[in-house]
């Protein structure tokens, strides 16, 4: 199994580009999810899926868009990037949606916006 | 609240010292999950451990311990003898039953731990 894993590892933005960001897991994972890593916010989630075709807004979901068409990939697409959105994301899935799971990261995207 | 907090934010250690990594946690809730991840300087995130809320056993890997004490709420990490490859930031996290919608995890803001040769 390859787990979770996150295309590309690095990119370099100017502002108002769209770009997406490609999620995929092989361990037909029910839940996956978006955070954002800040210097001293620990991680933030932006978006989560619970399944094929559900996806719902976390804490600072603002300025990106999701879509879950599969049970594997799980895209994060910025529309018009902002610097403000320069980051590190990491992708993550778990088995369920249950709070009691273990949530398995990818190797992160590290994203700059000029 | 839910809230994580852990107050080191940086910990410089001399290879085989002994170092105990803080995480102090608020929740809402008897019943939870705590964890514990580890970001080498590749970047990636790592399942280190995971706990219940009912489970108060140490619990011990190797060179790894870790101390859940739900009177103080803290579920603190232990690494003994520490060596270089220790060296990364550590995040603790909690998850418990959503009031709506589904649950997250709640990161604390990481420390970073230094192991010098």
């Known amino acids: 199994n390859a787990g979770v894993t996150q295309t590309p590892k690095f990119q370099v933005l100017k502002t108002g580009q769209s770009m997406t960001l490609q999620c995929a897991q092989d361990?037909?994972?029910?839940?996956m999810s978006w955070y954002r890593q800040d210097p001293g916010m620990g991680l933030r989630l932006i978006h989560y899926?619970?399944?094929?075709?559900?996806?719902d807004q976390g804490e600072v979901p603002n300025g990106y868009n999701v879509s879950r068409s599969t049970t594997e990939d799980f895209p994060l697409r910025l529309l018009s990037a902002a610097p403000s959105q320069t980051s590190v994301y990491f992708c993550?899935?778990?088995?369920?949606?249950?709070?009691?799971?273990?949530?398995?990261f990818g190797p992160g995207t590290r994203l700059t916006v000029l | 609240a839910q809230k994580v907090t852990q107050a080191q934010t940086e910990i410089s250690v001399v290879e085989k010292e002994d170092v105990t990594l803080d995480c102090v946690y608020e929740?809402?809730?008897?019943?939870?999950?705590l964890f514990w991840y580890k970001q080498p300087p590749s970047g990636e995130l790592v399942f280190l451990i995971r706990?219940?809320?009912?489970?108060?056993q140490n619990e011990i890997s190797g060179r790894y311990s870790w101390n859940f004490q739900k009177s103080t709420s803290s579920f603190n990490f232990t690494i003994t003898a520490s060596q270089v490859v220790d060296s990364a930031v550590y995040f603790c996290?909690?998850?418990?039953?959503?009031?709506?919608?589904?649950?997250?995890?709640?990161f604390g803001t990481g420390t970073r731990l230094k192991v010098l040769a």
């Open positions: 706990r219940n809320s009912f489970d108060e």
């Open positions: 929740t809402r809730d008897t019943t939870y999950y």
């Open positions: 993550a899935s778990s088995y369920s949606y249950r709070y009691t799971d273990t949530q398995y």
């Open positions: 361990m037909n994972h029910e839940y």
């Open positions: 996290a909690l998850s418990e039953p959503p009031t709506s919608g589904t649950y997250k995890y709640i």
């Open positions: 899926s619970v399944g094929a075709g559900i996806t």
